[in-house]
């Protein structure tokens, strides 16, 4: 599989950015993909904060196992963190409650001196986590561009609540992907341009990925059963959807693309591709 590596110029302004930024913000929202939240962890991001208070917000929970277990081992590290689908207008009180916690005892501090502060937070990821959605969620309105493909906020923009300033930032890479698994995983989920990707080797590593861990889920979706090379399950998911050319031969670039676009809109069911040792190894 060719080796995968993005980080665009835009992603080196963006992180100069963002340090030259840290200075006015009072902590950090760090939104992670909850299918994958080792894997969408930048530790270029946190290192801007150090010293700081930051908040994980697992997003798209709603197509992800096992968020409960994943918060655990972050919240053991000694930081915050909540699980959720920032689409659901239902979260925001949830949303709004975790960043209070974060900065209660300044703010108690504050008033405690006579005076109200307005707390700013810079809102951080990898591309399509959902950085936008978490501060329309917050907002209760839609005040930033959303999408779901990698690399929508180009720009900073400071958005002003009650109580609170958000600073959304472009999604932001590792300058380098020293392991090429959670890049990989990466691609699943959309977070990679999906122009850079070869589509062939990401839907082949995506199949064997599933038979490993989900083998029921690809049985009920594609009829796949039994221990089948990738290529051979490939051709199954052309048989189930009916992607075939004239001549009977495969339609293998359609395959590729629909097993792809499954897992992402949640076709494949609720997914942790990250293993829970990929969780302890990182240091939130």
């Given at each position: 599989?060719r080796?995968?590596q993005w980080f665009p110029?835009h992603?080196t302004k963006?992180?100069?950015?963002?340090?030259?930024?840290?200075?006015?913000c009072?902590?950090a929202?760090?939104v992670?993909?909850?299918?994958?939240?080792a894997?969408?962890?930048?530790?270029?991001l946190?290192?801007?904060?150090?010293?700081k208070?930051?908040?994980y917000v697992l997003?798209?929970?709603d197509?992800a196992?096992k968020?409960?277990?994943?918060?655990?081992?972050?919240?053991s590290s000694?930081?915050a963190a909540?699980?959720?689908?920032?689409?659901v207008s239902g979260?925001r009180?949830?949303?709004?409650?975790?960043c209070e916690?974060v900065v209660?005892d300044?703010?108690?501090?504050?008033?405690?001196?006579g005076y109200?502060r307005?707390?700013?937070?810079m809102?951080l990821?990898?591309?399509?986590?959902?950085?936008?959605?978490v501060i329309?969620?917050l907002?209760?309105s839609?005040?930033?561009?959303?999408?779901?493909?990698a690399g929508?906020?180009?720009?900073?923009?400071?958005i002003r609540l009650?109580?609170?300033e958000?600073?959304?930032?472009?999604g932001?890479m590792?300058?380098a992907?020293e392991?090429?698994?959670?890049?990989?995983?990466l691609?699943?989920?959309?977070s990679i341009n999906?122009?850079?990707?070869?589509?062939?080797?990401?839907?082949?590593?995506?199949l064997?990925d599933?038979?490993?861990?989900y083998?029921?889920r690809?049985a009920?979706?594609?009829?796949i059963?039994?221990?089948l090379a990738p290529?051979s399950?490939?051709e199954?998911?052309?048989?189930?959807?009916?992607?075939m050319?004239r001549g009977?031969?495969?339609?293998?670039d359609r395959?590729?693309?629909?097993v792809?676009d499954?897992?992402?809109k949640g076709r494949l069911?609720?997914?942790?591709?990250?293993?829970?040792?990929?969780?302890?190894?990182?240091?939130?």
């Open positions: 599989m080796i995968i110029g992603m963006a992180m100069r950015m963002m340090e030259e930024n840290a200075s006015l009072d902590g929202i760090i992670l993909d909850a299918r994958c939240p894997s969408s962890f930048n530790s270029k946190k290192k801007v904060f150090q010293g208070p930051v908040l997003n798209k929970s197509l196992e968020s409960d277990e994943c918060l655990k081992i972050i919240k000694g930081a909540i699980a959720l689908n920032a689409t979260c009180r949830q949303l709004l409650s975790a916690a209660r300044k703010r108690e501090r504050a008033m405690g001196k109200a307005t707390f700013r937070f809102v990821g990898v591309p399509n986590t959902g950085k936008s959605t329309n969620l907002s209760g839609r005040r930033t561009v959303t999408g779901d493909k929508v906020t180009r720009g900073k923009q400071w009650e109580g609170f958000l600073l959304d930032t472009p932001t590792p300058p992907f392991n090429q698994t959670f890049a990989r995983r691609a699943y989920v959309g999906d122009d850079i990707l070869d589509f062939d080797d990401i839907a082949l590593a995506l064997s599933m038979a490993a861990q083998p029921e690809l009920e979706r594609y009829g059963e039994g221990d290529l399950m490939l199954q998911v052309c048989l189930r959807r009916g992607f050319l009977g031969e495969f339609d293998y395959a590729c693309r629909a792809v499954d897992l992402r069911g609720a997914v942790l591709l990250d293993s829970m040792d990929d969780m302890r190894n990182i240091k939130f």
